[in-house]
């Protein structure tokens, strides 16, 4: 059943439906993680019920576009901006798509959180994790196409794939520049990761327990 939850101390709000899927802590933490100026045009590659959307533009300001292959998580992502009164466009479209229909070099930042499989039999999770592997090269050459030269793509993925994500960004000429760890206990969990359009190698790593999640302070607008 549908419902409106707040986000952000009330600031900002979104719609959600169980039945199509809510959003988890890692959209949360990726928008925190996330470094842009107000003036930056941003695009959301599989951006479900466009949590990060959302949460990243009332944290920081810029122009945010979001798009899905979910015609329902689309159109509850359209209502909650409306509502909340935020300038955000969501499409009903392939991550793939999307350099083509906004334009190559368009955008100064490229965020997802994008899918993988979590479960299923020793020959199935081969399968899948080989699909997981092609799907996140295509969404990291979308990415690619949709910046501008010098643009950067800020995503999470599990860290036990950590390999595969560094080489779709070395396939798609993005250099890793920045990373952090969250930790389960003693493991890492998740991996937060911001590569550069065109850059050199240069890589900085942090670590984090997980669920701390550091406060926007002045909107968070501040990038190196």
């Known amino acids: 059943m549908e419902r409106w939850e707040w986000l ?3 600031r900002v709000g979104i719609f959600q439906d169980p039945a199509l899927g809510c959003f ?3 959209s949360i933490a990726l928008a925190h993680f996330l470094r842009m100026r107000s003036s930056d045009t941003v695009l959301d590659l599989g951006t479900g019920n466009g949590v990060l959307c959302l949460y990243a533009q009332a944290l920081y300001g810029g122009t945010f576009t979001g798009v899905d292959t979910n015609a329902a998580q689309i159109a509850l992502a359209q209502r909650s901006a ?16 999307a350099p083509e229909a906004f334009g190559h ?4 930042r490229v965020v997802m959180n994008p899918p993988y499989f979590t479960q299923g039999d020793a020959g199935r999770r081969a399968e899948a994790r080989h699909a997981d ?7 990291c050459r979308a990415a690619f196409l949709a910046l501008n030269n010098g643009g950067t793509l800020t995503l999470c993925y599990p ?4 390999a595969a994500l560094f080489r779709a960004l ?23 990761l911001e590569a550069k359009k065109l850059a050199a190698d240069g890589l900085a790593v942090t670590v984090r327990q997980n669920g701390l999640t550091p406060p926007p302070t002045d909107r968070m607008g501040t990038l190196a």
């Open 8 to 10: 952000q101390d009330e």
């Open 24 to 26: 988890t802590e890692d």
């Open 82 to 97: 409306e509502r909340n009164g935020q300038p955000i466009r969501f499409r009903c479209m392939r991550a793939e798509d």
């Open 105 to 108: 070099g368009t955008f100064e």
């Open 133 to 139: 592997e092609h799907l996140l090269s295509d969404w």
């Open 159 to 162: 860290a036990e794939r950590l």
């Open 170 to 192: 070395d396939a798609n000429r993005l250099a890793p520049k920045r990373m952090e760890l969250l930790l389960s206990g003693r493991r890492a969990r998740l991996v937060l």
